[in-house]
Antibody
Framework: EVQLVESGGGLVQPGGSLRLSCAASGFTFSSYWMHWVRQAPGKGLVWVSRINSDGSNTNYADSVKGRFTISRDNAKNTLYLQMNSLRAEDTAVYFC??????????WGQGTLVTVSS | DIQMTQSPSSLSASVGDRVTITCRASQSIASSLNWYQQKPGKAPNLLIYAASTLQSGVPSRFSGSGSGTDFTLTISSLQPEDFATYYCHQSSSTPQSFGQGTKLEIK
């Protein structure tokens, strides 16, 4: 059974940093592109970032480029999102998702990041 | 960047109704269009990928069509468990993008 479990969310002050993790199991993690998608409270889904299977290729939404870094450790079956210079508008539930030919077939339950003083 | 526009933003319907949700891309995305259902407090659930392919385990009352810039999600006969928010998603190019969502409510 495919499982994705996010962790690392919490309350952080504006300008602070946080690293999210997504632990994967039930599939060959190193074979799949992975994505982060976020959802602000009461709002819609917003694509954040993606990384290819070996970690050599990454893409970002303009709103996070230069502040967020996606990475992965295939030996640990874990996806990461390093978030720096956090802003109030980064407050959201962050989901990791496994991609297959572009579509996102499996999602984690999400982890809440709150940016507030 | 490709913008995705869904219509309507909200919709009231009854059990048994046929419902259609539309998604329009700001430029051609061929068939790289996916549909998700999301219920409150839950992760999105993939319904349709590549515009018209039904994800395994999804009821056949859901169907998708379209290519290029115009796409539709149709629910042929609404069931009580279908009341949720639906999102389209383009995976044609980065940055990828979602529509703003369509909230389907019980009339």
């Amino acid at each position: 059974e495919v499982q994705l479990v996010e962790s690392g969310g919490g309350l952080v002050q504006p300008g602070g940093s946080l690293r999210l993790s997504c632990a994967a199991s039930g599939f060959t993690f190193s074979s799949y592109w992975m994505h982060w998608v976020r959802q602000a409270p009461g709002k819609g889904l917003v694509w954040v970032s993606r990384i290819n299977s070996d970690g050599s290729n990454t893409n970002y939404a303009d709103s996070v480029k230069g502040r967020f870094t996606i990475s992965r450790d295939n030996a640990k079956n874990t996806l990461y999102l390093q978030m720096n210079s956090l802003r109030a508008e980064d407050t959201a539930v962050y989901f990791c998702a496994r991609a297959s030919s572009g579509y996102l077939a499996y999602w984690g339950q999400g982890t809440l990041v709150t940016v507030s003083s | 960047d490709i913008q995705m526009t869904q219509s309507p933003s909200s919709l009231s319907a009854s059990v048994g109704d046929r419902v259609t949700i539309t998604c329009r891309a700001s430029q051609s995305i061929a068939s790289s269009l996916n549909w998700y259902q999301q219920k409150p407090g839950k992760a999105p659930n993939l319904l349709i990928y590549a515009a018209s392919t039904l994800q395994s385990g999804v009821p056949s009352r859901f169907s998708g069509s379209g290519s290029g810039t115009d796409f539709t999600l149709t629910i042929s006969s609404l069931q009580p468990e279908d009341f949720a928010t639906y999102y389209c998603h383009q995976s044609s190019s980065t940055p990828q993008s979602f529509g703003q969502g369509t909230k389907l409510e019980i009339k």
